[in-house]
């Protein structure tokens, strides 16, 4: 490892941010991160992914030992982009501090909380030595802001192919609404687009008898889906929700009744749909609405984001224990807020997910207080050190 490397959490984040990295370009920041890790000890992998319109993405995978158990940090180097940069207070890739905050572009989304994740694997490896004998990775992708098509599910299924086994993930985006310690995420809801077209026929505002206008038509439809909940929440999760986010005619004229009205929503829903129940009912609830008087086509978005849980346990206790022990708050396990990659990891071991506070993820003059870096690399310390203690070697299926 380089004696210029400067491993404080501080240190390693604004390196990561100073990589501008944004979806779908690497950056700099893999090439980095994986010149630390290697210097660490740690064999890495660089796969690059591609598919037919979407662009290709550079990933990380990178492992340490070979016995078990096997913990797996998980994360992402990319990030938004930065919108008019004269509006920042400071370069969205500068790294700077001022009054004790870091500035820029993935400070707390998720640059800042790879560092921390580096910093405590790098401080706990040095302080077990030779002793060390389960297994610590690293999964890291460049698409999770992107279309994460060439990204975290195909880095999956490259790892699976070549007989890598995981028993626990944490995942550290932002997960904490206000302060450090306020929230672990142990699943997340589904997600499922619609796009919905009323068909009319245009014609003139004066002789409505020869058009068909499909307008109420569509607020017919449009509250037929809203009129009755479709559930009322589960145990973990809230109740599932449908907004509209388009409703739109694209007509300019005040004197002519559209051809078409064209709605789009979308659902977040909870454990109790799948993509499929939930079309189905949505299909239930607007023929039912249409009967013979609308003439309607739906198109149902192919949807990557199933609802799912990882039901509380030991792994998740222990998580609890090291945020109580460092922050004094004994956080609530929470299904809320958007996707994330979690919802491929699910598949390969149980994943949880705990990182900084994400209020200024995405906006001008994203930004993380650097004591919170230390506190949350003070927490993955707890957590490492813990985890492959030998009493706690029971945690692996």
């Not at 920041?29 to 550079?58: C, K, M, Q, Y």
């Not at 491929?344 to 993380?368: N, R, S, Y």
Request: charged share 20%.
């Amino acid at each position: 490892m380089p004696d210029s490397l400067d491993r404080s959490p501080l240190g390693l984040a604004q390196a990561l941010i100073r990589c501008p990295s944004v979806t779908p370009e690497e950056g700099g920041a893999l090439d980095w991160l994986g010149g630390v890790l290697e210097a660490a000890g740690f064999t890495v992998h660089r796969p690059r992914f591609s598919e037919s319109g979407t662009p290709d993405i550079d990933n990380l995978y990178a492992r340490i030992g070979t016995g078990t158990p096997y913990l797996l940090f998980a994360g992402h180097t990319d990030v938004v982009p930065t919108g008019e940069v004269a509006a920042w207070r400071h370069g969205p890739f500068a790294g700077t501090v001022a009054d004790g905050i870091l500035y820029g572009r993935g400070a707390v989304d998720m640059k800042g909380g790879i560092a921390c994740m580096l910093a405590a694997a790098l401080d706990y490896l040095d302080a077990a030595g030779p002793a060390f004998s389960g297994s610590l990775g690293f999964l890291i992708t460049g698409d999770e802001e992107g279309p994460a098509i060439n990204g975290t599910v195909k880095l999956l299924d490259w790892a699976r192919a070549r007989g890598e086994r995981f028993d626990h993930c944490l995942l550290g985006e932002p997960t904490n609404p206000e302060r450090l310690g306020d929230m672990i995420k142990i699943g997340r809801r589904g997600s499922l687009t619609g796009k919905l077209t009323v068909h009319g026929r245009q014609g003139h505002v004066a002789y409505p008898h020869r058009a068909e206008n499909p307008i109420p038509g569509m607020l017919r439809l449009a509250g037929a889906l809203l009129a009755a909940p479709l559930d009322g929440g589960t145990r973990h999760f809230d109740a599932s929700n449908l907004e509209f986010t388009t409703l739109d005619v694209g007509n300019p004229a005040t004197n002519v009744i559209p051809a078409e009205a064209r709605a789009t929503f979308n659902i977040r829903f909870n454990e109790g749909w799948t993509a499929e129940t939930l079309g189905a009912e949505i299909r239930a609830r607007l023929e039912r609405a249409a009967g013979n008087a609308v003439r309607y086509s739906l198109d149902l978005q192919p949807s990557n984001s199933p609802a799912f849980l990882t039901e509380p346990d030991a792994f998740t206790d222990l998580v609890s224990a090291a945020i109580e022990t460092e922050t004094g708050r004994v956080p609530k396990l929470s299904t809320t807020g958007g996707t994330s990659d979690a919802r491929f990891i699910k598949d390969a071991c149980p994943v949880i997910e705990f990182g900084l506070v994400g209020e200024t993820m995405h906006q001008t003059d994203e930004c993380v207080a650097v004591a919170d870096l230390n506190r949350l690399t003070a927490i993955y310390t707890r957590v490492i050190a813990a985890y492959f203690d030998s009493a706690t070697r029971g945690l692996s299926p």
